[in-house]
């Protein structure tokens, strides 16, 4: 792994990452650990095992999977329309007909529904004041869905493709079915019985000195800066994302099922490793195809990129060669735009999780340098193991080691 460590370094000491936490798993085997960085530079802390990142996006599979382990103690099915749980959530179409969107549609992201950054004017949800699960408003779930239906779908449900708000409608649904907090719902489904003890919807007091200071790109050769309060970044191609850093640690702010968590890397690749390995515990096979096989297999997944299509709750590789990828086909991914990146290689047996505290580079750059040396490292170890007489569990070549290696 020395590719790998070489480039979060250089990452680094750059300025375009102020601190990150790696965990590569193959076959069941930690491969790399790796902490680097600062979790706040002004203060000079550094990043360790048990530092706590905002999770952002990366919110949205864990909200999925408790989704689907409720569907399988039979709550309700993909075909229900969410008018069942939520009257009121009747979003238009641009005719002024009431179309039908059902559980599938908000799991895969066909339901109509947008977030206001993928528009350059943040328009029509900037008109409405929605709030994209990330800035600093602070209202009730319910409140902010009551504004997202007055804004116009952008297409009939079901009939394409668009990142969107819909894990968040998602989280209201789950919270009217069990008649408890979002918190809670997640916690007892997913995070508790996977022992992820430091994944959560707010960090209070007892773990905030483990939360990351949030940074986002400087300009030109400039290091990342300070994240503020209503900070804005321009995603390109797209619109700003307001962020506001607190609002991890604000406990009146509604609970986003599209962007709302934190957690340490170490918790996440045990999420991750838990799907890979068929769900063993948490969710049957059936599930775990669909939160991680492409059901849009006729859209563009335009959040993704050329050569994905999207499961119930992943990004799915189509095309590895389309994708610009060596993933292999059938991978699954996500990201978050604070600044982190996940994927499974099921091919491979490989899990990965990319946390920064540092948006966007995080989510954009850093993954694209790191996933080239990852593989690379990969083959390269493959062919000494190959090539070596007798046990190879014994080499010591730098390029070859499967152990952990921290900061």
Excluded at 74 to 98: M, N, V, Y
Excluded at 205 to 227: F, H, P, Q, T, W
Excluded at 301 to 322: L, N, Q, T, W
Excluded at 364 to 383: D, G, H, R, V
Aim: with cysteine; hydrophobic share 40%.
């Amino acid at each position: 792994m020395k590719k790998v460590i070489e480039a979060i370094d250089a990452a680094i000491n750059s300025g375009n990452i102020v601190g990150t936490s790696i965990i590569v798993v193959q076959d069941g085997n930690v491969l790399l650990e790796y902490h680097a960085g600062q979790t706040d530079r002004e203060a000079g802390l550094p990043v360790t095992s048990e530092t706590i990142f905002r999770l952002s996006s990366l919110t949205k599979p864990l909200v999925s999977a408790a989704t689907m382990v409720l569907i399988e103690k039979g709550a309700f099915t993909l075909g229900d329309p969410i008018t069942r749980w939520l009257p009121e959530f009747t979003p238009k179409l641009k005719d002024g007909s009431i179309p039908v969107i059902t559980i599938a549609h908000l799991l895969n992201h066909t339901s109509g529904l947008a977030y206001g950054f993928l528009f350059e004017d943040n328009e029509p949800y900037r008109s409405f004041n929605v709030s994209d699960g990330l800035d600093e408003s602070v209202l009730s779930l319910d409140e902010n869905l009551s504004r997202l239906a007055k804004a116009p779908l952008m297409f009939a449900p079901g009939s394409a493709w668009c990142y969107s708000l819909s894990t968040d409608v998602l989280g209201a649904i789950l919270e009217k079915i069990c008649n408890i907090p979002l918190p809670e719902i997640i916690r007892d489904y997913v995070t508790a019985p996977l022992g992820m003890d430091n994944t959560m919807f707010y960090v209070d007091g007892m773990k905030l000195n483990k939360l990351a200071k949030a940074y986002a790109d400087g300009s030109g050769d400039e290091i990342a800066r300070v994240m503020e309060s209503k900070d804005q970044v321009l995603l390109d191609g797209c619109g700003p994302i307001h962020y506001a850093p607190g609002r991890i640690t604000n406990i009146d702010a509604y609970p986003s099922g599209g962007a709302g968590m934190a957690g340490t890397a170490r918790d996440y690749i045990k999420f991750l490793e838990t799907i890979r390995q068929g769900g063993y515990g948490l969710l049957g096979r059936e599930s775990i195809e669909l939160l991680t096989h492409d059901s849009v297999p006729d859209f563009d997944v335009a959040a993704a990129g050329p050569g994905f299509g999207f499961g119930m709750g992943f990004a799915v590789v189509r095309d590895s060669e389309e994708a610009g990828t060596p993933r292999s086909e059938g991978s699954y991914e996500w990201g978050g735009v604070y600044g982190n990146k996940m994927f499974v290689d099921p091919v491979n047996n490989l899990s990965v999780v990319i946390l920064t505290n540092t948006a966007l580079y995080g989510l954009t750059q850093f993954p694209n340098e790191l996933i080239p040396a990852i593989y690379e490292s990969l083959e390269l170890n493959s062919k000494l193991t190959s090539s070596a007489p007798g046990d190879s569990s014994d080499s010591n070549d730098e390029n070859s080691y499967k152990m952990t290696h921290r900061m």
